[in-house]
């Protein structure tokens, strides 16, 4: 249920899990001191935000391994760049980015990400539609 809503009190939780709220948030201090919780987010809008295009951009590199983070870091600090995969198969790296539009999302591909010099290949996808599930895998 937290998953699903951060905001919820722990009191509110309780009650729905059966437990004592101070057991709750006992527990859900040990799971954010572990690491198992590492934050609770906000569920941005972000065609409300002016940014009407999602898409996903499949990244072949020209050279395996070399300078992975410094790239990771850099295309992270992309505004457009909302997630960075490091992934197995054809391509390397796939990230999941926000334009306000088609000019700025081919901006972002050919002049940020091609003429980097550090990829053979990119493909790019348009999101349609992003859809999440908050179940955890069991």
């Known amino acids: 249920d937290r998953a699903?809503?951060?905001r919820m009190a722990n009191k509110e939780l309780a009650g729905r899990v059966g437990?004592?709220?101070s057991t709750v948030h006992a527990r859900l201090a040990r799971l954010v001191e572990t690491g198992a919780l590492r934050g609770f987010h906000a569920?941005?809008?972000?065609?409300?935000?002016g940014f009407g295009i999602q898409a996903m951009v499949r990244i072949q590199l020209r050279e395996q391994g070399?300078?992975?983070?410094?790239?990771a870091e850099r295309l992270l600090a992309l505004p457009?760049?909302?997630?960075?995969y490091?992934?197995?198969g054809s391509e390397d790296l796939l990230l999941r980015v926000a334009a306000r539009d088609t000019r700025s999302l081919r901006d972002l591909v050919v002049e940020r990400?091609?003429?980097a010099g550090e990829a053979r290949h990119v493909e790019t996808s348009i999101v349609f539609e992003h859809l999440r599930?908050?179940?955890l895998p069991e």
């Open 86 to 88: 490091h992934v197995s």
């Open 66 to 71: 070399t300078g992975l983070g410094e790239l």
């Open 4 to 6: 699903k809503d951060a």
């Open 80 to 84: 457009q760049v909302l997630e960075l």
């Open 133 to 135: 599930s908050s179940a």
């Open 19 to 21: 437990l004592a709220a």
């Open 43 to 49: 569920d941005v809008d972000l065609e409300r935000l």
């Open 113 to 115: 990400l091609l003429e």
